[in-house]
Nanobody, 124 residues
Framework: QVRLVESGGGLVQAGGSLRLSCAAS????????MGWFRQAPGKERECVAA????????FYRDSVKGRFTISRDNAENTLYLQMNSLEPEDTAVYYC?????????????????WGQGTQVTVSS
């Protein structure tokens, strides 16, 4: 069993930055692909970014390309999301997730473990 705990969310003004962290416990996730997802009120959950097990392959949704960076530290069993140039449209609860196997995907149904989420609010 893998437990995922997100941190780093908060309230920030448009144009600001936040760094989300996702600490994994229970077992090492170095062989798991991982991803960051978000869900805004009244909207479906969407994948923001995904990364393969080694960290060498990443995917981003178009709206965050050039602003967000996903990374991982397998020695620390931790996933990160650096978010720059934040926009009010980025306001959502952000979740990290882990999937069996090392191949990254942005498909939420492929993920086996989920965190509880951290709120990100961007004011205009």
């Amino acid at each position: 069993q893998v437990r995922l705990v997100e941190s780093g969310g908060g309230l920030v003004q448009a144009g600001g930055s936040l760094r989300l962290s996702c600490a994994a416990s229970g077992r090492t996730v170095s062989n798991y692909a991982m991803g960051w997802f978000r869900q805004a009120p009244g909207k479906e959950r969407e994948c923001v970014a995904a990364i393969n097990s080694s960290g060498g392959i990443t995917f981003y949704r178009d709206s965050v390309k050039g602003r967000f960076t996903i990374s991982r530290d397998n020695a620390e069993n931790t996933l990160y999301l650096q978010m720059n140039s934040l926009e009010p449209e980025d306001t959502a609860v952000y979740y990290c997730a882990a999937k069996f196997g090392g191949s990254a995907t942005m498909a939420s149904f492929a993920y086996n473990y989920w965190g509880q989420g951290t709120q990100v609010t961007v004011s205009s």
